[in-house]
């Protein structure tokens, strides 16, 4: 009889022990179920910075020499672009069709990138302006000159024939660019070339 009792009693106490665990568990997967839920939020995507460095090479006769650096970040195109051995003065600075810098005056590069077919003028004139038609920028008497021009209608390396700058040549003149002689602003010889490549 008292084994008896014993047993019930430990069988009894098993069935509580359960019972009181089960007891627990629901009252934990109610908790989790009331929760709510926590959204994992997608950091926004930022795209990297793209850049190419030219080189420029002195052509017809001078010795003019430079660095233009070409970056793109956020949709924006930033040309920075240094230069020595220049005449004191003005000078115009151009994207040229091709990156072949290969004749001894740089006509290899062809005329103005103008890949709208629109005629040459100031950046930014309603009358048209070729992409291609950066401006001017002055030298001191040390031969020294820099300058840095931004815009959104060039990109690098997007395939996009009418924004690409890639393959083109920076080309900078002896004199300035008139903003108004046809198809080249009569801006003078090319004294310094480089290719815009990766």
């Known amino acids: 009889m008292t084994n008896i009792k014993k047993g019930l009693g430990i069988i009894a106490l098993a069935a509580f022990t359960l019972a009181t665990a089960c007891k627990g568990n629901e009252?934990?997967?109610?908790?989790?179920?009331a929760a709510p839920a926590t959204e994992m939020k997608a950091e926004p995507e930022v795209a990297a910075a793209k850049e190419v460095t030219v080189t420029m090479a002195s052509k017809s006769g001078s010795e003019v020499k430079g660095e233009v650096v070409f970056k793109e970040e956020n949709g924006t195109v930033t040309m920075t672009a240094v230069f020595d051995g220049l005449e004191a003065g003005e000078h115009a600075i151009h994207l040229h069709e091709e990156a072949d810098c290969s004749a001894d005056d740089a006509t290899s590069t062809g005329g103005h990138w103008n890949p709208t077919f629109t005629k040459h003028g100031q950046w930014g004139d309603a009358d048209g302006y070729h992409l291609g038609d950066i401006g001017n920028f002055t030298a001191d008497d040390s031969g020294k000159g820099a300058i840095t021009f931004s815009t959104d209608q060039w990109c690098i390396g997007c395939g996009d024939e009418k924004k690409d700058i890639l393959g083109k040549a920076v080309i900078v003149h002896q004199g300035t660019d008139d903003f108004t002689s046809q198809p080249s602003g009569a801006a003078g010889a090319?004294?310094?070339c480089g290719g815009v490549i990766e």
Not at 27 to 33: D, I, M, S, V, Y
């Open 190 to 192: 090319r004294v310094s």
């Open 27 to 33: 009252k934990k997967e109610a908790a989790e179920e």
